[in-house]
């Protein structure tokens, strides 16, 4: 997405366990590319169409991250 290397660093499962079945990534963004997100571009949808976005104003990162992965039944690997 343009942020540098190490992005969607953290390694997930839906038991903790390796190997990993997704990557996850936490990021602030601007209300330029929020709006995008919301409306993408012809030549962002492939890309949006296979990532979970969940944008909410002013959430504690931590918190956010947390429910997000409780939501899609997945944790940070332990290993």
């Known amino acids: 997405m343009g942020w540098g290397p190490g992005n969607y660093s953290v390694a997930l499962s839906p038991t903790g366990a390796a190997p990993a079945t997704h990557f ?3 990021a602030q963004v601007d209300q330029v590319f929020t709006q995008m997100l919301t409306a993408p571009p012809a030549e962002a949808q492939p890309l949006l169409a296979v ?29």
């Open 24 to 26: 996850g990534c936490r």
């Open 51 to 79: 990532l979970v976005v969940d944008v909410r104003p002013g959430a504690d990162g931590a918190a956010h991250f947390a429910d997000v992965l409780a939501r899609l039944g997945l944790v940070q690997l332990t290993e």
